[in-house]
């Protein structure tokens, strides 16, 4: 390989699923994930605010934890984090020399190269036993039992978010067939027994239950409770045996992904302070963001219909009937009728534009196309930062939406990150 760290870092346009090369690599590495408490969260939208959620309660509680999340919004460092700071440069630069070489093996045993995130997955997973980390949160990519992250063994508990359509052509034409691909995460060897799962249409929840069971696991659904108050975009919600708890991510939606995580830190045996500190102190850029408080610019990653719907119940929550702007960018595969048609139920003025420098975006000029094919009417910016300047002429609130690979691309000085 050329240039293996320009390949590592490099966009993966074709997720290629299966578990031969990541185990190859691992044992090349002497499977550090042996030496790992992992709680494996798989789903459709909302793992990454879970695990966001998870990992702040557990470092409040005293724990030494990795979290493995993607994509990345700006560096491919956020991805790999120990004790919620993102891998340095130097170390990550040691982690993918010493991958070349195993890469380099697998290659030569599996007939083919690993792809960019068996190598991050397999070098985080290395980096987590090194560093002694007590857990680690650990997020699906994509599916569930062929992910890369699947090559572990065991875990300390399986978590499933709300599971709806997504990735079609990979994981299931229907929500029941994506909800058995993503069971694939249960494991026998699990040190609880226990799914966490948020609440699942009835037919999603029947194959949950029946896959856990195979596994000898027990199934705990999460029914979240109504707000009781707000501070801005941030609720207050009872959970019990916690109390009341104000969740540091913004949105209605977050009190469910919030008691997943309150769920599963119960389980754990963490006590009410450092729970109630976890959720209220978690941070998350990209979902729900306040960019600016005035005019109001927010930047949310929802890039399929149920992560619009979320977006669109807290939009309603917090803007009611404010005319509002939307920018929306996403990538060629995405079916975008029902998402926009969410966006368009309340007075909104559309603009399209392009993300940057990576091969799936579809351009605005098509996104135009395809949503007036869909009955939306908008306009095209060829930039985020042109878009914005759009959107601040026209003064209404912004939302910015549609790819979460579309953050980078944010001017920097509107970027947490």
Same mark, same amino acid.
């Given at each position: ?9 490099? =966009?993966?346009? &074709? ?37 966001? =959620? ?8 005293? #724990? ?18 120990? *004790? ?13 020399? @010493? ?19 068996? $190598? ?14 007590? #857990? ?26 709300? !599971? ?12 029941? /067939? ?6 694939? $995460? ?26 856990? /069971? ?16 707000? #501070? ?9 045996? #916690?109390?009341? !708890? ?24 963490? *006590?009410?302070?450092?729970? &109630? ?12 963001? $306040? ?35 939307? $920018? =929306? ?26 993300? &940057? ?7 605005? &000029? /098509? ?44 001017? @920097? ?5």
């Amino acid at each position: 390989m050329p240039d293996f760290h320009a390949y590592a870092n490099s =966009f993966q346009a &074709q997720p290629r699923l299966g578990l031969a090369r990541i185990r190859d690599m691992l044992a090349r590495l002497g499977n550090p994930e042996k030496k790992l408490r992992c709680i494996h969260i798989g789903g459709t939208n909302g793992k990454g605010s879970v695990a966001v =959620f998870l990992d702040s309660i557990l470092r409040h509680a005293g #724990y030494r934890v990795g979290r493995y999340t993607s994509p990345n919004l700006v560096r491919v460092n956020e991805r790999i984090t120990v *004790d919620g700071a993102p891998i340095d440069d130097a170390p990550l630069h040691t982690l993918l020399s @010493r991958m070349e070489e195993i890469s380099a093996r697998t290659a030569e045993a599996c007939g083919e190269a690993p792809s960019q995130f068996e $190598i991050w997955t397999a070098a985080a997973l290395a980096y987590f036993a090194d560093c002694l980390c007590d #857990y680690v949160v650990l997020e699906v990519g994509m599916g569930g039992a062929y992910d890369a992250t699947n090559a572990i063994d065991s875990c300390v508990m399986s978590v499933l978010t709300h !599971i709806d359509l997504d990735h079609t052509a990979y994981l299931g034409k229907t929500p029941v /067939e994506i909800a058995r691909t993503k069971c694939g $995460i249960f494991k026998k060897d699990c040190l609880t027994h226990t799914v966490v799962s948020a609440p699942q249409a009835p037919e999603v929840e029947a194959v949950i239950r029946e896959e856990a /069971e195979k596994q000898g696991n027990t199934v705990t659904f999460v029914a979240p409770p109504p707000p009781r108050k707000r #501070y801005g975009m941030q609720e207050v919600f009872f959970f019990p045996g #916690y109390g009341d !708890i104000r969740s540091g991510l913004a949105g209605i939606h977050q009190i469910e992904n919030a008691c997943v995580a309150l769920t599963c830190a119960k389980l754990l045996g963490v *006590d009410i302070f450092d729970a &109630q500190c976890g959720v209220t102190y978690a941070k998350h850029p990209g979902r729900m963001e $306040i960019l600016r408080e005035k005019p109001l610019l927010l930047y949310d990653g929802g890039h399929n219909p149920n992560g619009v719907a979320a977006l669109t119940r807290s939009l309603d929550r917090y803007l009611g009937d404010t005319p509002r702007t939307c $920018i =929306f960018a996403c990538m060629r595969d995405k079916e975008i009728g029902q998402s926009l048609a969410m966006l368009a139920a309340r007075p909104t003025r559309f603009i399209f534009t392009t993300v &940057q420098d990576n091969p799936r975006a579809m351009t605005a &000029q /098509e996104l135009q196309r395809r949503a007036q094919d869909a009955g939306v009417d908008g306009e095209c910016a060829e930039t985020l930062a042109a878009a914005i300047a759009r959107a601040d002429e026209i003064g209404l609130p912004t939302v910015i939406c549609g790819s979460l690979y579309l953050y980078a691309d944010l001017p @920097r000085e509107l970027r947490s990150l």
